[in-house]
């Protein structure tokens, strides 16, 4: 399969008065065309942060890309200008954000904000930008577009506004959709619909989508492979039925354990995973997740794991996997979900430096 | 638990949005809520949840209906005196941990503000004291409480809105989505600790969410709203197993689960409320399908849900 985006080692921070914040602590993933990679993590994991460096939206200073490759169609990004950004931006790599109530501009036009971009990149005219728009205003499943398409944001409800902003980020073809958490402010039948939409989008036109989201079951639902993320680090990455059925690393065996299954009896305490993420101004010594992590050895407080290859497509970055690691078992809830996958190897693998 | 904390009799709570207009965000809702359980509210955002749990603790005055705590009306006039003993019975978690707490307050004074207005404390010690006890009942330590509330987490600072409304001893807590805003790992620490206090305290509580699988964890019993209407009321259990209102199938159908296999096979069903097509004749109201599961429906469709219920 043919790669569309490969990211090395990137590595973001932002100057405060507090010190410097490594919010990206040199992550590398690549993205295939057509597929769906999912990027997981609490709040300030970094998970944002990489997807909007990814598109050089984060605000520079104070932030900073203090090193690494963002590489889309085999030519880095990082050191383009704003001007040649601009040419990007939109074109070949768009983005749906959190907030439909918040992202529009709530003086233009639904139509106006979705013919902007097709005025600018594609040289379309008013009248061609126009049709185009009720076209794609009818793609995303909104009734009446020859109606909508001269409407305010305010006159659309929270679904209808995801779907505008979908359009506005489908309207130019782009080869790369960064979605970042598109359906968090929306309501579960709602967010079913635009899930749905999504994907057929996809099918349709062979986008590779980026979706970041905290919610396990959305990425259950949606993704091909899934990036953990904790502390500015991917921390286990592999394909959605790797991370759900045979997670390897701690805090992905605390993510799935917290949230409750609807078949469970509700007897037991939730497994949460205690304490909070850690200040990134000085990230701790050791690996990062020990301090919160039942199963920390005496070494992750010490130096950082490596990151070991489970299978083909299954990483983790956790000292558990060493050979001479103590066998530990997984949370109950955990453990239930366990399987057997075919594809993994009989003993992980010490992934080599430069990888 | 056959004991009825609180009467709730067709409710309803209108708004006046100009020009005649009105809407009817509660429109003629009736449930109990007995001593010592948690019933849970979904439901899409818009269809009267939050607006009927702050008409309850009467942050709103109903329009109409009753509520009735202990067999006393919330509503009417009332004293101060007769206010204030409210008041302390019943309190609430709102959703924004950010936006609930203020921020020129050290923690010890939003904490204590409640022990302050009904004369809970005799002295400085005693009041201090009680701010500690609070904090560390919710998992805080002493050092937090003279700092501001910017200086915590999304998590802690719901962790202090608990504390907040734990001060006062109630007897009845309504959580307006006290979870919503909070990340996965974090949520399970917050739900536990509802849990643990319900447990050690014997809270009641009205639980306001949408996310439907953190509902039925911490629930007895479910309501399920629609448009000002609740549709159907039923133990958490039952209410999974037999959903019987359209529009409770298609929201438990929409909920996303953290397992790849079902999500492939998953079948939606979406929900028209022009499916039932009731004729005026009619009389479309809660009728108790299977002891303790109401649903909203008319006569026949009783019927229909009835021949079909499976234990």
């Known amino acids: ?355 | 638990m056959a004991e009825k904390l609180l009467e709730i009799k067709n409710l309803k709570q209108h708004f006046n949005v100009g020009k005649g207009n009105t809407v009817k965000a509660v429109d003629g809702i009736t449930f109990d809520i007995y001593k010592g359980e948690t019933l849970g509210l979904v439901g899409e955002s818009g269809c009267g949840k939050s607006t009927t749990g702050r008409t309850i603790i009467r942050l709103y005055d109903a329009t109409d209906g009753q509520v009735l705590f202990n067999g006393e009306d919330v509503h009417g006039k009332k004293s101060a005196k007769e206010l204030k003993k409210f008041n302390r019975k019943m309190q609430m978690i709102f959703q924004d941990p950010y936006a609930s707490l203020n921020p020129r307050m050290t923690v010890a004074d939003i904490i204590a503000e409640g022990i302050d207005i009904h004369g809970l404390a005799k002295d400085k010690k005693e009041r201090i004291e009680k701010v500690y006890e609070l904090l560390e009942t919710v998992g805080l330590n002493k050092e937090h409480a003279n700092r501001y509330p910017h200086e915590f987490s999304g998590g802690q600072r719901q962790r202090i809105g608990i504390a907040r409304a734990l001060a006062v001893d109630p007897d009845f807590i309504i959580a307006d989505e006290p979870i919503s805003a909070l990340d996965v790992s974090i949520q399970a620490q917050v739900v536990n600790l509802m849990k643990k206090l319900q447990r050690e305290k014997g809270l009641t509580y009205l639980f306001i969410a949408h996310d439907l699988s953190m509902v039925k964890y911490i629930s007895d019993r479910i309501g399920v709203m629609y448009f000002g209407k609740l549709v159907e009321l039923a133990s958490a259990e039952d209410l999974y197993n037999n959903p019987m209102h359209l529009y409770t199938q298609s929201l438990l159908s929409a909920i996303p689960l953290p397992d790849p296999d079902t999500e492939r096979t998953r079948k939606r069903v979406s929900y028209d409320p022009k499916v039932h097509n009731y004729s005026d004749k009619e009389q479309v109201e809660m009728r108790e399908i299977v002891p303790g599961h109401y649903v909203y429906c008319s006569e026949k469709e009783a019927q229909t849900f009835k021949a079909q219920y499976v234990k």
């Open chain 1, 1 to 355: 399969m043919e790669k569309i985006l490969e990211v090395k080692d990137l590595e973001v921070s932002f100057q405060t008065y507090g010190g410097s914040v490594k919010a990206v602590r040199g992550v590398s993933f690549d993205l295939h065309k057509g597929e769906t990679l999912a990027i997981v993590g609490e709040s300030g994991s970094g998970k944002s942060v990489t997807s909007q460096t990814i598109m050089k939206l984060i605000p520079m200073p104070p932030g900073k890309i203090t090193g690494g490759q963002i590489l889309f169609n085999g030519d880095d990004i990082v050191p383009k200008t704003e001007k040649q950004m601009e040419k990007i931006r939109g074109k070949e790599i768009s983005m749906i954000f959190q907030d439909p109530m918040t992202s529009l501009n709530p003086t233009m036009k639904i139509g106006t904000q979705i013919m902007e971009g097709l005025i600018k990149h594609q040289n379309m005219s008013k009248q061609a930008a126009k049709t185009r728009a009720v076209e794609l205003l009818n793609l995303v499943g909104i009734p009446m577009p020859e109606r909508r398409v001269n409407q305010y944001p305010h006159e659309f409800s929270g679904g209808m506004r995801q779907r505008a902003m979908i359009a506005i980020a489908l309207a130019a073809n782009p080869k790369l959709l960064i979605a970042d958490e598109p359906t968090t402010a929306l309501d579960v039948t709602i967010q079913a619909q635009i899930l749905d939409l999504m994907k057929d989008l996809q099918s349709k036109m062979d986008t590779s989508i980026i979706f970041i989201t905290h919610d396990l079951g959305v990425v259950a639902n949606v993704a091909d492979r899934v990036a953990v993320m904790y502390a500015g680090q991917i921390v286990e990455m592999g394909t959605v039925d790797e991370i759900f059925y045979d997670p390897r690393h701690p805090y992905t065996w605390g993510l799935l354990a917290s949230m409750p299954s609807l078949d469970n009896d509700n007897k037991a305490d939730l497994a949460a995973i205690p304490g909070t993420p850690p200040d990134l101004t000085n990230p701790p010594k050791g690996d990062a997740f020990a301090a919160r992590n039942q199963y920390a050895l005496a070494i992750d407080f010490e130096e950082e794991p490596p990151m070991y290859q489970i299978s083909e497509t299954h990483f983790a970055k956790t000292w558990l996997l060493h050979p001479d690691a103590p066998k530990v078992e997984p949370p109950e809830a955990v453990k239930k979900r366990m399987r057997q996958l075919s594809s993994t190897f009989d003993q992980a693998v010490l992934m080599k430096e430069g990888k």
